[in-house]
């Protein structure tokens, strides 16, 4: 069993890998699948490739007369701060792509197996929050309705991908668990 109380380690009997089940604050289900190095490596690279970093040539500036060892010389991209700081929005645009394709990839909901009947489900309550609440008009129902009324704690999405990637902390009987593997007579 992991730490966190919400979630509970189902092995699996037929060989596929282990499926945590973990229940949001909104009481819905969640399985969740392990995702392993290679799957994020994966991941990763194709993020890279939607999202390039800046392109450092446009954040080289000629350095001074004074400083430059020739004429024309210009100062690397890495030592412009606006260089630095589209570079972290990419990363920080990156890493939220990421996450949530970890989460598309390692999180089913067995009760709403399809983004259709999770929303025929919670249609009322959308109806609801859409009176009371201004969305992006880009927003799909499926997006506000997993936002803001199922993943309504406020770990909720952070543990779950935790738990896909496999960093939730274990617990002492886990831990004692998995050195049983190594040591029959503990």
Known sequence: MVA???IIKAD???GRPSVFVYEAASGVIFHIQPVNVATLQAMNVKAANELPPPDKTLYEVEDPEDVAFTPGQKSRAEDNPEYIKAFNAVLKERNRLISRRVFEYAASMPKYPTKASL???FKPQLERLKEISTFNENDEDYDIILINLVLSGAKDYDTI???ALQQTTLAPAE???GVKMFRVNL
Do not use: G, L, R
């Open 4 to 6: 966190d109380k919400n």
């Open 161 to 163: 991908i935790s738990t």
């Open 175 to 177: 831990v004692a668990q």
């Open 119 to 121: 929303v025929e489900a």
């Open 12 to 14: 699996s009997v037929d």
